[in-house]
């Protein structure tokens, strides 16, 4: 079983920052796969940013795309999200997500990924 902790939420005005942290139970390998989802209350949870191990190349949803920035610790189970410039429609729960052989074509869909922390909130102001 695989437990993953997010951490680094909180309240901030619109044009602030934050960092995102996901640490993971089990040292990740090639085969796996790590994301960043959020969910606004009444929403479906979407993607926002995602990194493979295999190749280490970052994705990113169009509305994130400039503003924010996923990377990993190399050598450890641990991804971040660094996010500058929030706006107002930022603010949800955002999830850490992992899975293991995820086709790099479908690692935007949240039905790929097997493992889920318990969130960590983000609260922008306007």
């Known amino acids: 079983q695989v437990q993953l902790v997010e951490s680094g939420g909180g309240l901030v005005q619109a044009g602030g920052s934050l960092r995102l942290s996901c640490a993971a139970s089990?040292?990740?390998?090639?085969?796996?796969?790590m994301a960043w989802f959020r969910q606004a209350p009444g929403k479906e949870r979407h993607f926002v940013a995602g990194?493979?191990?295999?190749?280490?190349?970052?994705y990113y949803a169009d509305s994130v795309k400039g503003r924010f920035t996923i990377s990993r610790a190399n050598g450890k189970n641990t991804i971040f999200l660094q996010m500058n410039s929030l706006k107002p429609e930022d603010t949800a729960v955002y999830y850490c997500?992992?899975?293991?052989?995820?086709?790099?074509?479908?690692?935007?869909?949240?039905?790929?990924?097997?493992?889920w922390g318990q969130g960590t909130q983000v609260t922008v102001s306007s």
């Open positions: 997500g992992a899975g293991r052989y995820i086709n790099p074509e479908t690692l935007y869909s949240r039905e790929q990924y097997n493992y």
């Open positions: 089990v040292r990740a390998d090639s085969t796996w796969t």
């Open positions: 990194i493979s191990w295999l190749s280490s190349m970052p």
